[in-house]
């Protein structure tokens, strides 16, 4: 079962899905911050595509180096330390995508994201998924499949979450949810039907309330 | 002529061939910041690589405090190979296929240009200890003069490491429409107490040495008699710029003679310790060649103009300084650098964020502290981080 349900994580992961979803957000000639850039793919594309300039943030050494051969303008800082020195509102979209449940302090990022920028774009694999659900319920361990590729001594998802706890979050800390976008059998769907356990990402649009 | 190139850093090749110093002397001189007027003022130079038809390819490089302008290939009298020469070359990080490299010697300096060893023309002797006091604006204002000079209004780039980071960001500040971009290394945009504390120490060990003092006004150059203050003052330097984890990897506790089996138990035949560690004789040998090949007068006046250093206080603020900067940004720090650590970085980079400046910023995970830039393990990464942000300029 998990042989064939792997992938469920792949389209965020080959930038095919996931990132048509982010970019079909984002309206051109904007500024975008994009938070854990890696090599800078996604800010490539959309200063391809949508001819947005944009800013990375990463920690990768590697990948850091590489956004800079792409020309890309990118800050190496730890996104658990914040986003100290980056203004109000100086970008119409800050990205924070697939990296959201590996955050030690998730709430005070989201929060400097909507300080940040007008609009934040999350995207994160939906641990309330039926097959993770499932695993729990019926073996009693902690789901190694799916969404969640690792067992739990050794995965980055230190902060597994939910649709539903998202939501619950996104309100708590004062933010307004614009549009939610789920990903269900890897197609994008608009506010999908019984989400929180079809869908194996959510990719949300918010903006401060 | 020489036939081998000596070799300062492992991985230089002298692959850009054989150069010689230039030197251009400007008689208006120059209006220094203190207020005084010093001229004729004369610059050593070299440059590397073609100025493009459309003078646009212009990279300036910035040297740190004991640097010279010979960065790159290989000397054509002295046979010695530039201080970055693994940087600077055909196909290096710095290509000089492409760009037309300068590195000029700083103001103040004893590498030919104007300093504290050139003639005084009012009283026809060495200025000496009476060299004007001069800042990191007076050294950048003087290169400015050069790079008129040789016909360029606009760099591609101005690059520097630690003093040099220091010029590159004054570059871009004073100069916002003749800067393209601009690489800031290991550097800061105020030094520290702690900074003006070891040049305090330095400028002392000199003061305190009666060699030094009693010829600082004679009439002679490199023949002169320099004290063992200088060498003292290289010494404290030098322990700043490496880390703790390189001196323990290139040094540990091991002892100079590999044939003894335990410590001495002696200070030597007259009491004079000549070093029983490897870590003693490496900045004893590192003193003694800088008193061969630097000048203490240049010493004091170079470091006086580091610890006048403070763009905060020159401009009411960094937000203030940065505001008029129209150059793409890089600011690069080392993990291990405790001298400038990283956090001089980012107060650079998070009042160029204030001003929405297009600044990239990175920390690179090198162990050799202050000096990683030069050292060689790291010229590889240095390499695709400089030459990749080179090519992204326009």
């Not at chain 2, 230089?12 to 002397?25: C, H, I």
């Not at chain 2, 290096?92 to 010697?105: A, L, P, Q």
């Amino acid at each position: 079962m998990c042989a064939e349900v792997r992938n469920i994580r792949t389209p965020f992961h080959e930038f095919a899905v996931g990132f048509n979803v982010i970019i079909n957000l984002i309206e051109p000639g904007t500024r975008v911050l994009d938070l854990g850039c890696g090599s800078g793919t996604l800010l490539q594309r959309l200063r391809e595509e949508k001819n947005i300039e944009g800013c990375g943030v990463e920690l990768d050494q590697a990948k850091v180096l590489r956004c800079i051969e792409r020309g890309i303008r990118v800050m190496r800082l730890d996104l658990d330390e914040g986003l100290e020195g980056f203004p109000n509102k100086s970008y119409e979209y800050v990205v924070l995508s697939r990296t959201l449940q590996q955050l030690t302090y998730p709430e005070k990022l989201v929060t400097e994201m909507l300080r940040v920028g007008f609009k934040s774009i999350i995207t994160f694999p939906n641990f309330g998924h039926w097959r993770a659900a499932l695993q729990y319920l019926l073996k009693g361990r902690m789901p190694v499949c799916g969404a969640h590729p690792h067992p739990w001594h050794s995965t980055p998802d230190i902060h597994p979450l939910t649709i539903s706890d998202f939501r619950d979050f996104i309100r708590k800390i004062g933010g307004t949810i614009e549009k939610e976008i789920h990903i269900v059998n890897s197609v994008p769907r608009d506010d999908a039907f019984w989400a929180n356990r079809r869908a194996e990402w959510g990719c949300y649009l918010i903006s401060a309330s | 002529m020489p036939t081998a190139p000596i070799k300062e850093y492992a991985d230089s090749d002298g692959l850009y061939g054989r150069v010689s110093t230039q030197y251009v002397t400007f008689e208006e001189g120059l209006q220094l910041e203190s207020g005084t007027h010093l001229s004729p003022v004369t610059v050593a130079y070299e440059t590397y690589g073609t100025l493009s038809p459309e003078r646009d390819n212009a990279v300036l490089i910035v040297h740190a405090l004991s640097g010279d302008a010979h960065a790159a290939g290989i000397d054509e009298t002295t046979g010695k190979l530039g201080w970055w020469d693994a940087m600077i070359g055909p196909g290096k990080g710095i290509d000089t296929n492409k760009y037309f490299v300068i590195c000029s010697n700083c103001l103040g300096g004893c590498k030919g240009t104007t300093g504290p060893r050139s003639i005084n023309p009012e009283t026809s002797k060495p200025f000496g200890r009476s060299f004007p006091l001069i800042t990191m604006g007076d050294m950048v204002n003087v290169q400015a003069m050069l790079v008129d000079r040789l016909g360029v209004r606009r760099l591609h780039n101005v690059i520097g490491g630690s003093m040099g980071g220091m010029q590159a960001l004054e570059w871009a500040v004073r100069y916002p429409d003749r800067v393209a971009s601009a690489v800031v290394i290991a550097a800061t945009a105020r030094l520290s107490p702690q900074g003006i504390a070891f040049n305090w120490v330095g400028r002392n060990a000199i003061y305190s040495d009666p060699a030094g003092r009693a010829e600082a006004t004679e009439e002679s150059s490199f023949a002169r008699k320099v004290g063992r203050g200088l060498a003292v003052a290289r010494m404290i330097g030098h322990i700043t710029y490496l880390s703790e984890e390189t001196m323990e990897a290139k040094f540990g506790r091991k002892l100079k003679l590999k044939d003894m089996d335990g410590y001495s138990y002696s200070l030597g035949e007259n009491g004079t310790e000549g070093g029983e560690f490897e870590v003693e004789s490496y900045l004893e040998h590192q003193g003694q060649t800088f008193m061969e090949r630097f000048d203490e007068d240049s010493y004091i006046i170079i470091t006086k103009a580091i610890d006048y250093f403070d763009m905060e206080r020159a401009h009411g603020g960094l937000h203030n300084a940065f505001k008029n900067i129209s150059a793409k940004m890089l600011v690069i720090s080392f993990s291990s650098d405790w001298l400038y650590p990283t956090a001089m970085s980012l107060a650079i980079v998070r009042a160029l964020q204030a001003q929405k400046k297009d600044v990239s910023f990175v920390e690179l995970d090198l162990p050799y502290g202050h000096d990683s830039f030069l050292v060689n393990a790291g010229i590889p990464t240095m390499t695709s981080l400089i030459g990749g942000f080179l090519k992204s300029v326009r």
